[in-house]
């Protein structure tokens, strides 16, 4: 019997790389796909209808010290081990929200006129929240995240194997022959062209998502970017003993301190350290910051809120720097409602690829 053609050979084992991998994991890259695709539609429903008590509240002056009157009640309840990043207001009428992680994980919603709490919710508690957790780490917590970024891989490799498996030997003329659909040979044959022309076609363009999702899953990404351009990641600052016994400044005055050091940038979060020794952090928004939440940050002393370092997003390691691009590309926020719309679509795209690729197995089994 004779050996098959190099060709030959060469396909069987691409088409076999597809297959098992679809099998292996298709099912939960699918299913993170439809959870981020539905994200985008369940944020605005969220905040807008089914829990706008929680995130609108009547325009009206912020109480001058906001923040520290919310951080003594929250730690007075949660215990002064507990991590609390506050989101001031960003716009007239929205609420001050403050993330607790500590006995206790989750949510607090407050008034920002007078500190008054409007509501809370545990880190899983609430369609959109539950939807979120499934999203990011698949409800496994820190085994979740190298799970994505494992999924992301078998996308790429599944990709690859995809377009092996459908470049053309030669390239017929005209070209659209490569991408042509034949809906009329039955339902088995219109499924597998789909399958074929919608994966070329799609393929690079779900891969954005895919790869950007990894990439804020999984931490050590961004280590191997470090240390490929050679550069060590950046540190928050130590606190000295210098400042241990000073007078306690109020957070509010430490955030207007912070804000003073960078003029004309926005309040992104005030991330309050759960743990003594550890330095208070303010994240800006500056104007030429793509990331909508900023990641040039103050660091102050928690205690006398002396200014212990800035570091301007464009000024950090490659590998935290890539978050200003990655974080809104996977989002969709860096186009606006335009751009969230399609990365939707190509959510529910590849929920449809691997359906279909599913179905085809199926079938010819």
Request: glycine residues 10%; positive net charge; contains cysteine.
């Amino acid at each position: 019997m004779s050996a098959p053609k190099p060709d030959a050979a060469r396909r069987r084992l691409w088409l076999r790389l597809h297959r098992w991998i679809s099998l292996a994991l298709a099912l939960p890259l699918m299913l993170v796909a439809l959870l981020g695709s539905l994200l985008v539609l369940l944020k605005p429903l969220d905040q807008q209808w089914l829990n706008r008590a929680l995130f609108q509240v009547p325009a009206g002056a912020q109480a001058p010290d906001l923040l520290e009157r919310s951080r003594e009640r929250l730690q007075a309840e949660f215990g002064a081990g507990s991590a609390l990043t506050f989101r001031p207001p960003r716009e007239p009428g929205e609420s001050l929200r403050v993330i607790v992680r500590g006995a206790w994980r989750g949510s607090v919603y407050l008034d920002p006129r007078d500190a008054r709490e409007l509501g809370r919710r545990g880190e899983r508690e609430g369609l959109y929240n539950l939807v979120f957790a499934l999203h990011s780490h698949l409800l496994l917590d820190k085994a979740g995240k190298p799970l994505l970024a494992l999924i992301a891989l078998a996308y790429g490799l599944l990709l690859v194997a995809g377009l092996a498996l459908w470049w053309p030997r030669r390239w017929p003329r005209p070209w659209t022959r490569a991408f042509a659909c034949a809906l009329d040979r039955g339902a088995l044959r219109a499924c597998f062209d789909l399958h074929r022309s919608g994966g070329v076609l799609l393929g690079l363009l779900i891969a954005v998502p895919v790869a950007t999702g990894a990439y804020m899953a999984w931490k050590p990404l961004g280590a191997a970017v470090n240390a490929v351009a050679g550069r060590q990641p950046a540190a928050p600052p130590r606190l000295g003993d210098a400042d241990a016994d000073a007078p306690r400044v109020s957070l509010d005055a430490m955030v207007a301190r912070a804000q003073q050091s960078v003029p004309g940038a926005a309040v992104g979060f005030v991330q309050w350290p759960g743990q003594a020794g550890r330095p208070l952090r303010v994240r800006l928004i500056l104007p030429d910051d793509p990331h909508p939440n900023g990641l040039s940050s103050v660091w102050l002393h928690p205690r006398s809120g002396a200014v212990l370092a800035l570091q301007r997003w464009d000024a950090l390691d490659p590998g935290a720097r890539a978050n200003s691009v990655v974080y809104p590309l996977h989002t969709g926020e860096l186009g606006g409602w335009a751009y969230e719309s399609v990365n939707a679509l190509l959510g529910l795209a590849l929920v449809l690829l691997g359906g279909t690729g599913l179905w085809l197995w199926w079938r010819r089994r």
